[in-house]
């Protein structure tokens, strides 16, 4: 199982967020360096939400069923502990009639969230094929073939194929020097630039909210509620990245 935390959004006290941002000391965007701003910046905004918007840990197991709960495993286990006993009969029964009752429920709770969801979406078509009883996801692995021309069967071979190719391809190049530096004649088009927080603002506000959330945490549904509170925020770190000629090193990282 692998463990993990997220953020309880339906809970959130998005009120109270807003108030904080709102009336947070801003003042350190414009005497720190860009980077430091940059970075204070995003945790600030982090430290809110930790205050403001629940968390809690999701433990992602690896299963066939996803109905498989706690309550289902504990009956199995109960049900191999009687095993070859006399009332190992008993317990199949008890074990059978447990898992057929947690697969109900799971049937039911899909279906609820369906019927929240716009027909058509792309959750929704995932969770009309598995109340069909399809195969949401392939868990067959077929024979691969490695670069001799060998043809690889066994799932440790495959594991191991999949982890030399991978370790081969997903490695970070070499660090190079792509610090951005405005020229002079560019910097002269740039002096009409003129950022406003209306144009932040819209920005924020259009933030797609089923896109993964990147290293620093805050979500785009964050950003897209407090948006009126760190519009103008957002529009001095612009106005300064255009003005100094420099890009956050923050922006410039690996992800």
């Not at 463990?3 to 009336?23: M, Q």
């Not at 209306?198 to 805050?218: C, F, N, Q, Y």
């Not at 957002?234 to 992800?255: F, S, T």
């Amino acid at each position: 199982a692998i463990s993990r935390y997220g953020w309880c959004y339906k809970k959130a006290d998005w009120g109270s967020l807003r108030y904080e941002l709102g009336h947070a000391d801003w003042s350190f965007i414009f005497t720190t360096p860009l980077d430091n701003a940059v970075c204070k910046l995003e945790q600030k905004i982090l430290d809110s939400c930790l205050r403001h918007i629940p968390r809690r840990q999701f433990m992602d197991r690896k299963q066939e069923h996803p109905w498989l709960n706690d309550a289902c495993r504990q009956a199995i286990r109960n049900k191999h502990m009687h095993e070859n006993e006399s009332d190992y009969s008993m317990h199949c029964n008890r074990c059978s009639e447990v898992l057929l009752s947690e697969y109900h429920k799971y049937i039911a709770k899909i279906r609820k969230e369906m019927k929240a969801l716009p027909r058509g979406s792309k959750k929704w078509w995932k969770i009309n094929s598995i109340l069909l009883h399809r195969k949401s996801k392939s868990c067959s692995i077929p024979a691969l073939r490695d670069e001799s021309g060998t043809w690889i069967l066994d799932a440790q071979s495959k594991a191991n194929l999949f982890a030399d190719v991978w370790s081969s391809k997903f490695s970070l190049p070499a660090s190079v020097d792509d610090s951005w530096v405005i020229s002079a004649s560019t910097n002269s088009y740039l002096q009409h630039v003129n950022i406003r927080s209306r144009h932040a603002l819209k920005i924020l506000k259009t933030l797609d909210v089923s896109k993964a959330t990147g290293p620093d945490e805050i979500s785009a549904r964050v950003l897209r509620n407090v948006a009126s509170e760190i519009a103008w925020v957002v529009k001095v770190i612009a106005r300064r990245i255009l003005a100094e000629g420099h890009c956050p090193e923050k922006g410039r990282q690996h992800h």
